[in-house]
């Protein structure tokens, strides 16, 4: 069964620092791996989608990459801000089924 | 372009009810996913329609059903409520064609039972 973990579940960083959040899978068969931040009672906001072929992606200040073959994405977040401060989740999808991370709490302190 | 919609926004119902939750999809989406996520946690895949047929399911029991519509709006239907049923239920929108692509997620239905 596939199982997602992220680290850390919890991170504070002052205004300005670069970031890494790490997620896990421990199934490489997978058809692409989705990040996504929510903020506290709202839904999920897309940020990037990563299909299995690929690498990695860049959106702004954003940076996913993906290891298949290791179960491995990371998203780097850079010269992150305040409103950066959300929870981040990663999601693979196996072709039937997607399996979330239970999320790391970001905190961008001004 | 329309985004993901759900209603109702809130709902109370007491042990033993039942429930339906509805959900638009994005324009040009054909495939609906429904999502469980309580307090705390990453949400958990209840299932997929695509083309209004059931296409994947999580560990969720039958008392957990759906439809998908012609024109790819979705309902989720929970029989028999038990407390352990209050969570946030997420639906989220994609089109599927040569490859599985982005999800788009609603706001969710927040469900409380008493």
Known sequence: KQEVTQIPAALSVPEGEN?????????????NLQWFRQDPGKGLTSLLLIQSSQREQTSGRLNASLDKSSGRSTLYIAASQPGDSATYL????????????????????? | ETGVTQSPTH???????????????????NTVSWYQQALGQGPQFIF??????????????PRFS????????????VNALELDDSALYLCAS???GASYNEQFFGPGTRLTVL
């Open chain 2, 11 to 29: 709902l109370i119902k007491t042990r033993g009810q039942q429930v339906t939750l509805r959900c638009s999809s994005q324009s040009g989406h």
């Open chain 1, 90 to 110: 990663c999601a693979v999808n196996t072709g039937n089924q997607f399996y979330f991370g239970t999320g790391t709490s970001l905190t961008v302190i001004p």
């Open chain 1, 19 to 31: 970031l890494v959040l790490n997620c896990s899978f421990t199934d490489s068969a997978i058809y």
């Open chain 2, 94 to 96: 994609s089109f599927r």
């Open chain 2, 48 to 61: 997929q329609y695509y083309r209004e047929e059931e296409n994947g399911r999580g560990n969720f029991p």
């Open chain 2, 66 to 77: 759906g439809l998908q519509f012609p024109n790819y709006s979705s309902e989720l239907n």
